[in-house]
């Protein structure tokens, strides 16, 4: 019998769940779509500003993980523990939590992937750079190019280190969304 998710090391996690990568998935968007419609019959009653398709996955054309990103911005005065609690309630798995930041998944099972999985990014509105890089990417498709080719150049590297796979994109990502933040101003804002 399988350890529940809970009982597994970091390490344990990372094998049962590691980075892989797959060519662009027109199902990417539909599972978005099904996903933002579960996260407002669930969240809809609380102050909500946005739910967004976050990610490689919302980038066309593009390798990515199978793993559709979805950010939930919540208004100033939510509460994002009751958001959070609601989620968790609803069969999320709260991730990690710090100040004005939650990450809940799906679709992890303690037999590894389920067929559609998603990880959820609940914050505060503002908190939001993420709809940048992923605008910059969509409407400069060279820079998404090399993105592409950054990460599968790091997939095997760190296949089983979730945490060094995403350190070592966090140069090219910040470059990227301050160029964004100062092409487009306040566009989410």
Known sequence: ??????????????????????????????????MAIRLEQILG?????????????????????????????LAPQAD????????????FLKMSESEGRVSLNAGYTPEGFADKVYHIHLRYQGDHDELYFRDY???????????????????SQYEHNRDAYTDAKTD????????ARQDYGARYD
């Open 80 to 91: 994002l523990r009751l958001a959070s609690d609601r989620l968790v309630q609803s069969g």
């Open 1 to 34: 019998m399988a350890k529940d998710l809970s009982q597994l090391s970091l390490e344990e996690l990372w094998r049962l769940f590691p980075i892989f990568l797959v060519a662009p998935k027109a199902q990417w968007e539909t599972n978005y779509q099904e």
């Open 137 to 155: 990417l969509r409407e400069h498709t060279q820079v998404a190019k090399d993105y592409e080719g950054l990460k599968l150049s790091l997939w």
């Open 172 to 179: 090219f990502i910040q470059t990227w969304t301050r160029q």
């Open 45 to 73: 009653d609380l102050p909500l500003v946005r739910i967004s398709h976050i990610g490689s996955t919302a980038i066309p054309g593009i390798w990515a993980k199978d793993i559709v990103d979805v950010l939930v911005e």
